[in-house]
């Protein structure tokens, strides 16, 4: 089992910098493929970034592309979001996911462990 938890959400002026972070723990927590979600209220949860295990590979969402950056140091089990240039239609609540198979996942079914989510508002 892996334990997910953010930190590191918070309100931000458009413009401004965030830096998501993503612990995980447990016995099967290390190095595992992970990506960060974003859900803004009442829309569907959208993939955001993923990083491979090893963190050589990255993917981002078309829409993020150029202003996050994901991130991990496996020696301390953490991910991270670094998120620059933030809009207003950045607001969401960011979760971490954590995917036990091989690949870069996109879609949430493709994960299989999730975080309680870090909320994140830009104020415009």
């Known amino acids: 089992q892996v334990q997910l938890v953010e930190s590191g959400g918070g309100l931000v002026q458009a413009g401004g910098s965030l830096r998501l972070s993503c612990a995980a723990s447990?016995?099967?927590?290390?190095?595992?493929?992970m990506g960060w979600f974003r859900q803004a209220r009442g829309n569907k949860r959208e993939f955001v970034a993923a990083i491979s295990g090893a963190g050589g590979r990255n993917y981002y969402a078309d829409s993020v592309k150029g202003r996050f950056t994901i991130s991990r140091d496996n020696a301390n089990n953490t991910v991270f979001l670094q998120m620059n240039n933030l809009k207003f239609e950045d607001t969401a609540v960011y979760y971490c996911?954590?995917?036990?198979?091989?690949?870069?996942?996109?879609?949430?079914?493709?994960?299989?462990?999730w975080g309680q989510g870090t909320q994140v508002t830009v104020s415009s």
């Open positions: 996911a954590a995917r036990k198979w091989l690949g870069l996942g996109t879609v949430e079914n493709e994960y299989d462990y």
């Open positions: 447990g016995p099967t927590a290390t190095g595992l493929h």
